[in-house]
C-alpha cells in the first residue's frame, strides 16, 4: 500500500504588518488579533507581551536584563 503524500509549506512573518489571508479560520488567535480597525495596535501590544515574557523566562540566561527582541513566523502547511 502506499501512502505518499505531498504538501506545501508557507511562511509568513508575524509583525505588526502580519495581515491574514482570507480564507483564515476566524477563531484562529493571530487572525482575530490582525483584524479590525486597531489590528495594528492589537498586535504591536502582542508582540510587546511576547517579548516581556520571553526576556523574564529568559532571566537565566540574560542577567543583565538587556531587552531581546522576538521574531515570530506563521507556518502553512497545504
Same mark, same amino acid.
Given at each position: &500500500?502506499n501512502k505518499d503524500? *505531498?504538501?506545501?509549506?508557507?511562511?509568513?512573518?508575524? %509583525?505588526?504588518?502580519?495581515? @491574514?489571508?482570507? !480564507?483564515t479560520r476566524i477563531?484562529?488567535?493571530? #487572525? !482575530?488579533? #490582525? +483584524?479590525?480597525?486597531?489590528?495594528?495596535?492589537?498586535? +504591536?501590544? *502582542?508582540?510587546? &507581551?511576547? %517579548?516581556?515574557?520571553? !526576556? *523574564?523566562?529568559?532571566?537565566? %540566561?540574560? @542577567?543583565? #536584563?538587556?531587552?531581546? @527582541?522576538? !521574531?515570530?513566523?506563521?507556518?502553512?502547511?497545504?
Amino acid at each position: &500500500m502506499n501512502k505518499d503524500f *505531498t504538501f506545501t509549506v508557507k511562511s509568513t512573518l508575524f %509583525d505588526e504588518n502580519y495581515n @491574514p489571508s482570507e !480564507n483564515t479560520r476566524i477563531t484562529t488567535n493571530f #487572525a !482575530n488579533l #490582525a +483584524r479590525g480597525q486597531e489590528r495594528e495596535q492589537n498586535l +504591536r501590544n *502582542t508582540l510587546v &507581551m511576547i %517579548d516581556n515574557r520571553f !526576556n *523574564t523566562l529568559a532571566h537565566w %540566561d540574560n @542577567p543583565k #536584563a538587556i531587552a531581546m @527582541p522576538s !521574531n515570530l513566523k506563521l507556518f502553512l502547511l497545504k
